[in-house]
């Protein structure tokens, strides 16, 4: 991986929730097709993280900057357009509707007609929701959904759930996908089955990703680097190796004593 200029650099964040400092001036960079793990205790400030990067939470202070454009005022529906998609740790599909119509929806910023062609059922508007439909059907087909295009997101086993949620999130055709615990409540082999599902969607679509996981096998083998966060502050951060060997992490996080 070669670095170049950052993708996103984060600098001095803060976040206040009354008089809790959830992010404590906190500053990082991202680089393109990196993969950045962040770890920490239950309450660090992982997801409240992730909820600053990608609009639904505002900052309190400090400057978050995506391809060169200034994010941290900016309102969920604007970054997603600039190409940051994420999922969330319980997952968030619409189960009321079809593994299809939970891609088409991710589809629906693209569509370039009016309300007035919608309600005329007009050839562009038809010529929009057929080229949807491809998109939808060509994605669903890389990750070996497409047989199971027309059955209900809710019929779905909890990997193949977790799947479909990735499979939207990229609909929106990110530079970066935020992943928050994509391996809760997972068993071992789809913990296997999605590490290796990560992995072929970042060679397959060139992204970065910034990924929250509690499972710390799974999160030190797929991540070129890792922040650790303790009570919203950098506690360190580096590949992870040396992650491993950092005595402020065993201590802090691991819950482990020097040797």
Not at 132 to 148: C, I, P, Q, V
Not at 167 to 184: C, I, N, Q, S, T
């Amino acid at each position: 991986m070669t670095l170049n200029a950052p993708l996103l650099t984060v600098n001095a964040l803060n976040k206040y929730f009354g008089g809790m400092h959830a992010v404590v001036d906190l500053s990082f960079e991202l680089y393109e097709n990196e993969c950045l793990g962040i770890i920490g205790p239950n309450g660090a400030g992982k997801t409240t993280l992730l909820n600053l990067i990608s609009g639904v939470t505002l900052s309190t202070s400090g400057t978050m900057i995506f391809l060169g454009q200034a994010m941290e005022k900016k309102r969920s529906s604007q970054i997603a357009r600039l190409g940051i998609a994420r999922t969330f740790q319980h997952i968030r599909l619409f189960k009321q509707l079809s593994v299809l119509e939970n891609i088409t929806t991710a589809y629906d910023h693209e569509i370039n007609y009016t309300l007035l062609e919608a309600l005329l059922r007009t050839r562009r508007m038809k010529q929009e929701e057929n080229k949807s439909y491809k998109a939808s059907m060509e994605l669903l087909d890389l990750f070996g959904m497409s047989s199971r295009a027309h059955h209900m997101a809710s019929s779905l086993s909890y990997g193949d759930q977790r799947r479909l949620e990735i499979a939207r999130a990229l609909a929106l055709k990110p530079r970066l996908l935020l992943l928050d615990e994509p391996a809760a409540g997972m068993n071992d082999a789809e913990t296997r089955e999605l590490l290796a599902l990560l992995r072929w969607i970042q060679r397959e679509f060139s992204l970065s990703m910034i990924l929250i996981e509690h499972h710390l096998p799974f999160i030190m083998e797929f991540s070129d680097r890792l922040l650790v966060l303790n009570f919203g502050k950098l506690l360190a951060q580096g590949t992870p190796s040396q992650i491993r060997q950092d005595r402020r992490v065993i201590q802090a996080y691991l819950g482990e004593e020097e040797a």
